[in-house]
């Protein structure tokens, strides 16, 4: 199960606290809409926000490189069209296109530009 909106800050408490408390209400929540689903369950690894920083370096244990607000996902001038050129280099990451949300794109666009 993937959880996409957590915060990272609790207000009244911390991840290390709630992470299985977290995870057995969202379990709750699915098995409401497929009831056999905590049954069907052998075993699970939570990871909270801030396991994602701690494990991964993801900042605020976002998995998108930052928020993804609106001014993110639209062109908001000429400077979001910035490219890198140089000879035989290509950047192939989420964060090379900030329009482009998906690696596997990026990645392929950088390959038929050459």
């Known amino acids: 199960m993937f959880i996409q909106y957590a915060p990272y800050k609790l207000r009244e408490s911390n ?65 979001w069209a910035l490219r890198i050129i140089a000879r035989r280099f290509a950047v192939c990451t989420c964060a090379a296109r900030r329009r482009i949300r998906a690696a596997a794109l990026s990645g392929r666009r950088a390959r038929m530009r050459r």
């Open 15 to 79: 991840w290390d606290a709630l992470r299985d408390s977290f995870a057995d209400r969202c379990f709750d929540l699915l098995n409401e809409y497929a009831p056999n689903f905590k049954r069907s369950v052998l075993a699970r690894q939570v990871l909270t926000p801030l396991d994602l920083e701690r494990t991964f370096n993801l900042t605020g244990g976002n998995i998108f490189q930052g928020a993804m607000s609106l001014n993110q996902l639209f062109s908001c001038g000429r400077w």
